[in-house]
């Protein structure tokens, strides 16, 4: 067998495979109850908005405390301090027990 008809077998399983795997998603699909489906896409849609309007708040909310921080004339502070993470000053002479080894 030549690399060629490998290749072209390769994808004839490929694609056997591909349409096996629509029709069994066909198959279990019509056996869904389309009850149990509209109930799971309707709650898709509420959690869908309630996430929209959640965005929607924190998104007005950060907009408010940048407005009033602005119109207060001061620099909004970072509310971590990283200056003391990353200019952390050298050490003293003093090793560490881990260190030592």
Same mark, same amino acid.
Do not use: H
């Given at each position: +067998?030549?690399?060629?008809?490998? *290749?072209?077998? *390769?994808?004839? *399983? &490929?694609?056997?495979?591909?349409?096996?795997?629509? $029709?069994?998603?066909? $198959? *279990? +699909?019509?056996? =869904?109850?389309?009850?149990?489906?509209?109930?799971?896409?309707?709650?898709v849609?509420?959690?869908?908005?309630?996430?929209?309007?959640?965005? !929607?708040?924190?998104?007005? $909310?950060a907009?408010?405390?940048?407005? $009033?921080?602005?119109?207060?004339?001061? !620099?909004?502070?970072?509310?971590?301090?990283?200056?003391? =993470?990353?200019? &952390?000053?050298?050490?003293?002479? &003093?090793?560490? =027990?881990?260190?030592?080894?």
């Amino acid at each position: +067998m030549s690399y060629a008809e490998l *290749v072209f077998r *390769v994808q004839q *399983v &490929k694609f056997a495979t591909s349409v096996w795997c629509c $029709s069994f998603l066909v $198959s *279990v +699909m019509a056996q =869904l109850d389309p009850n149990i489906l509209q109930t799971a896409l309707l709650q898709v849609a509420e959690a869908t908005q309630t996430a929209s309007r959640a965005a !929607q708040s924190a998104a007005q $909310s950060a907009q408010r405390a940048s407005t $009033s921080a602005g119109s207060a004339g001061g !620099q909004v502070k970072p509310a971590i301090d990283w200056s003391k =993470l990353v200019n &952390k000053p050298p050490m003293s002479g &003093k090793i560490p =027990l881990q260190m030592k080894t």
